[in-house]
């Protein structure tokens, strides 16, 4: 799984979401190889984690396009964390 987390140095990441984020997502080739979550933070508003999810399987150990495509996008806006979590077999 990949994670993108922000903590946003405005307090308002609505618009980032709708200017920067739901335009990528709404792409024809995102939806068909990408399951995407986002998520906002319950108490703190500048803080989003957006998780992508790979449809094919393959090199999931890598970063994706779509991803680096929202880093570039949301990093004038804050502070960004960029990772690949390996899902655990427990």
């Known amino acids: 799984m990949e994670v993108i987390n922000l903590r946003c140095f405005d307090n308002d990441i609505d618009p980032l979401i709708q200017r920067y984020i739901s335009p ?3 792409q024809s080739e995102v939806k068909q190889s990408y399951d995407v979550t986002v998520y906002k933070h ?3 508003d500048m803080e989003l984690v ?3 999810h790979r449809k094919q399987r393959g090199k999931s150990d890598q970063k994706s396009g ?3 495509q929202l880093v570039r996008n949301l990093k004038p806006f804050g502070i960004i964390n960029h990772a690949i979590w ?3 077999d427990v």
């Open 24 to 26: 990528v997502l709404q």
């Open 42 to 44: 319950y108490k703190m």
């Open 50 to 52: 957006i998780s992508i």
């Open 66 to 68: 779509l991803g680096y």
């Open 86 to 88: 390996e899902e655990l």
